[in-house]
Each structure stands twice: as structure tokens, then as C-alpha cells.
């Protein structure tokens, strides 16, 4: 521990064209203490992708004993591949008194919400699904079909709204951040989470007291 506490899990989720990532990149930007989770995958490594900075790259054989061993906070199969959240790596960067956050799909979240007891969960929406609609066409990637199931999946992802703490519209990426930053402040200042220290000042004060 360096002083400044255990640092926060902050994770964020929404639908896709949300914004979310622009969000998490903007606000990494502006705030030093704060680390982006680095997942770990079965797939190959791209070219230029390095190792423990775009992700840590292992056999499916050491990711389905980490499994086995509950060391993942989340994991999924995607295309064949394993992609998952280490545990270690989240704690040893919270313990140093970082930030931590994970830009995770919503049933990542949801996965994490029952693997840990700590944890500030945001939800990123779009101003209106007709916007959602329109910055996922914007992007060019997308037939006429797969836009009307990502479409529809986003609809079904947004009931899920009930069970994260916070949600923040992204209209603006600069007020969204803004928003982002005030629900991190706030969180900091939870009794619950600075007890510790409010005893250990409250000590002093009694003993400077004692031995004025």
C-alpha cells in the first residue's frame, strides 16, 4: 500500500455505439491513477499486439486451469476463444493504490458482481436509441442485418440497467467524462470505504489532546 488507500474497481458497461470506450480513453487521459484492466485470451497474438499491454496470450490448456482455479473475476468463450479478467492482476494493481477499471460487456459485469464484493458499476447509454442506431451505421462496418441484431441486442442490454449503481448518458463525451469523475469522487468519500482512515485521524486527535 503507498498512503493513498486501496484504489477502486470501477466497471463499465453498455451497449455497443454507447460510447464507452471513447469515455474509459478520455478519462484515462485526464486522471494518472487509474489503470485499464489487461485481459487475458487464448487467441493468437496480432501483429504488433504486445504481451501484458493489449493482453496476456496463453494455451487454452493454462486458461482452463485458471478456470478450475477460480482465478478469473469473469470469462467467456468467444469464436472458440477464451477471453478473461485475472484476479491478480486486478488486485495487485487496486493494492498499490490505483484506480482499476474494466470496460466489460454486460455479462462480464454481471459475472464480476458475483465474484467480488467491492466494485462501482457504471452503465453507459446513448442519448436515444435512434442515435445508437445512427453512430453504429456511422461506423460502416455493418450489413442491414447484423445493424438490426445489434439493434435489437442493445434494447435487451438496456433492462439490464437495474442492477449497476450508476448510469451516465453519453451525449457529450467531455460532460460524460465529467460525470464519470464526480461518481468517482464520490465513492471516495463513502464512509464505508474511508472508516479506516476517519478512526486512525480521530486517534491522533485524541492523543494530541492527551499530550498537549
Known amino acids: 500500500m503507498n ?8 466497471i463499465i458497461s453498455g451497449p455497443s455505439g454507447a460510447g464507452k470506450g471513447t469515455i474509459c480513453k478520455s478519462f484515462m487521459e485526464r486522471n494518472e491513477n ?8 487464448t487467441r493468437t497474438p496480432r501483429t504488433g499486439e504486445v504481451e501484458g499491454v493489449n493482453y496476456y496470450f496463453m494455451s487454452k490448456e493454462k486458461f482452463t ?3 478450475v482455479s477460480n482465478d478469473f473475476l469473469e470469462y467467456a468463450e468467444v469464436y472458440d476463444n477464451y477471453y478473461g479478467t485475472p484476479k491478480s ?14 470496460e466489460i ?20 447509454l446513448p442519448p436515444s436509441m435512434e442515435e445508437l442506431k445512427q453512430r453504429i451505421i456511422n461506423r460502416g462496418s455493418e450489413t442491414p442485418e447484423s445493424l438490426m441484431k445489434r439493434f435489437k441486442s442493445a434494447y435487451k442490454e438496456i433492462n439490464y440497467i437495474s442492477k449497476y449503481n450508476y448510469a451516465v448518458v453519453n451525449d457529450k ?16 468519500c463513502r464512509v464505508d470505504r474511508i472508516k479506516e482512515s476517519i478512526l486512525d485521524s480521530k ?6 489532546q492527551l499530550y498537549d
Not at 3 to 10: F, P
Not at 34 to 41: H, Q, Y
Not at 106 to 124: H, M, R, S, W, Y
Not at 203 to 208: C, L
Open 203 to 208: 486517534e491522533g486527535i485524541i492523543h494530541e
Open 89 to 102: 492482476n486486478v488486485e495487485e494493481i487496486l493494492e498499490s493504490g490505483k484506480d482499476v477499471i474494466l
Open 173 to 188: 463525451v467531455e460532460i460524460a467524462v465529467q460525470k464519470l469523475e464526480a461518481i468517482i469522487s464520490a465513492e471516495k
Open 3 to 10: 498512503g493513498k488507500g486501496r484504489g477502486l474497481l470501477i
Open 65 to 67: 486451469e485458471k478456470i
Open 105 to 124: 460487456d454486460i455479462q462480464g459485469a454481471l459475472k464480476v458482481k458475483e465474484n467480488t464484493e467491492e466494485g462501482v458499476f457504471i452503465f453507459v
Open 34 to 41: 487509474v489503470a485499464l484492466s489487461v485481459s487475458a485470451t
